[in-house]
RNA sequence: GGCGCCGUAGCCAAGUGGUAAGGCAGAGGUCUGCAAAACCUCCAUUCGGCGGUUCGAGUCCGCCCGGCGCCUCCA
């Protein structure tokens, strides 16, 4: 398999450092506030990976942080008068129950930054030792990037000495250089007052962000992790001096792989409050859409490529999703005739396989879905002309599609939205029952009523030689009031 | 200003120098009481523009036009 790495800037064959073991870290959200779909676009990414590398047959250790402190989470709490946690610990909540309503698999950890500050001291006190680290003027801890010949090769960014504001914030925090940034910052009376400051060798304080990242990964996964990802905008500063700090303090690597998702836009424009372009995944969700059809919205492009996300997207997605429910419905209720066969198995291995090259080719998304459509279409093709299907064919269709869809994770998840949503089936069969029994006296206007009424609800009506089939064509019946839970800052 | 990315049909979107995947929408057809679903056929002589390299370029190089990202908290 290949991946791009972005320190490289190249597409490399992929092999983890201790098979079949592999270790990936995933720069998660901040919990100042509800994630968005820009943020799970990237988190839908690394759930691909996770599923593809799985596919593989690789042991995934898969973390993915929660920063519970840094400016805005203090800013925050601070604002509701909540110490930090009690302020953070909901939006962490929602972020776990909002990549579960996507399908996630569950990820090895979700450390919370608070719960290791013991680590980053330590990882502090190592980079001290090693004349990394210095006292500024403000009596913060700084990394002094001078002191790093690597720096600035990732993000190719940092190299000279930038302008600008962290010049000036530079002169007032009493930095060595302006590129230096803070690894424990010393805590002010508004740390204080959200519990968000901690002991440590050089006073009561806090960790910079990036200290973080470093701490966890190091402690979770040890010194070299095979993946570590993020989205775009971490390149630099964020993972830059992530990488000063752990290889500084290791002399290994920090990462084999650098793999970085591009920005979500929506309605081809960035993502920002102030655009009022700014959707949550429960907004959309509340809204009545199909979780899974936001999952499936998230994935269509390639990972590095930019991804719009709109509306009509949205509703692309629900539709390709019901065509490939209706097709595993299809074939999962097929008649079963002993004969002739292995046809249409040979040819879903095939695009199976066709499949798993797209995925790994850099998780190439949008070539895999083409073989999945080729298998739904061939497949269609071939049940249109013979109604019955050999066991062997039957169950070699079933496992394509399951296999396409362990790796997408977004037709089992579609079908068991609709099953929780399934109250009522005994009055809707009742209806169908009886509009068929009009049909039988040619009572068209009823029979279309009862139909039209159906369809309101969600409940499409399928006319087949073999009778009436009904079946819930969206995961809910309408417009769901909100629910209860954390609702984004304003 | 510095670094980088992108521009493929009405829309979404692959394409790793060898002659344009896939999906949606649209047109026609099969099936149907009518629909729906499904299937079949059609739907880019052409890849923002102009030059160049090459036997051959959407793919490489140069310039131009247009869009975007990062450089500051950010997935």
């Known amino acids: 398999m290949k991946l791009y790495d972005s320190l490289t800037r190249q597409l490399r064959d992929f092999a983890p450092g201790s098979p079949p073991r592999v270790t990936v870290y995933g720069c998660g959200p901040t919990v100042y506030d509800l994630a968005h779909i820009g943020n799970f676009r990237t988190f839908v990414a690394y759930d691909l990976l996770h599923r593809h590398l799985r596919w593989r047959g690789f042991e995934v250790d898969f973390v993915v942080n929660l920063t519970d402190v840094d400016d805005k989470t203090i800013q925050g709490a601070a604002a509701a008068g909540l110490p930090l946690g009690e302020y953070t610990e909901p939006f962490a909540e929602a972020f776990l129950e909002d990549a579960a309503a996507l399908g996630f698999l569950p990820f090895a950890s979700h450390p919370r930054a608070t719960a290791y500050i013991p680590e980053m001291v330590r990882l502090v006190e190592g980079l001290e030792r090693g004349g990394h680290a210095y006292r500024g003027g403000d009596g913060s801890i700084y990394y002094g990037v001078s002191s790093f010949s690597g720096y600035g090769r990732l993000s190719g960014k940092g190299g000279t000495e930038s302008e600008g504001r962290s010049r000036i914030d530079g002169e007032s925090l009493g930095k060595r250089d302006p590129r230096d940034f803070a690894l424990w910052k010393l805590a002010g009376p508004d740390d204080e007052a959200v519990g968000a400051a901690w002991e440590s060798p050089w006073g009561r304080g ?162 895999a879905l083409a073989a999945l459509w080729t298998l739904v279409r061939e497949g269609n093709t071939r049940l249109d002309q013979e109604p019955t299907i050999g066991p062997g064919d039957r169950t070699a269709l079933l496992a394509a599609l399951a296999g396409m869809d362990g790796v997408l994770g977004v037709v089992e998840l579609a079908a068991a939205t609709r099953e929780s949503a399934g109250a009522g089936e005994a009055r809707i069969q009742r209806l169908v029952e009886e509009r068929d029994r009009a049909r039988a006296a040619r009572d068209f206007a009823l029979a279309d009523r009862i139909r039209d009424e159906l369809a309101t609800e969600g409940i499409r009506l399928d006319d087949t030689a073999s009778g009436t089939r009904w079946r819930r064509v969206r995961a809910t019946a309408g417009h769901r009031p909100p629910q209860d839970g954390p609702k984004p800052v304003e």
């Open 206 to 367: 806090r960790p910079g962000w990036h200290l973080e990242c470093s701490a966890m990964a190091r402690s979770l996964l040890g010194g070299t992790v095979d993946i570590h990802m993020g989205g775009e905008d971490l390149l630099f500063p964020h993972h830059e001096n992530e990488i000063a700090q752990s290889e500084a303090a290791t002399g290994r690597p920090l990462a084999h792989f650098w793999v970085h998702v591009r920005h979500l836009k929506v309605d081809r424009r960035k993502m920002s409050k102030s655009e009022g372009n700014f959707h949550t995944v429960r907004e959309l969700v509340e809204e009545g859409h199909d979780p899974a059809a936001v999952r499936w919205a998230l994935l269509g492009a390639h990972y590095r490529s930019e991804l719009n996300f709109t509306r009509a997207g949205l509703d692309e997605a629900a539709a390709a999703l019901q065509r490939l429910l209706d097709f595993r419905r299809r074939v999962q209720e097929l008649a079963v005739a002993e004969g002739a066969e292995g046809e249409l198995a040979d040819r879903s291995a095939e695009l199976l396989e066709d499949f798993g090259r797209a995925m790994d080719d850099d998780l190439n998304v949008p070539r």
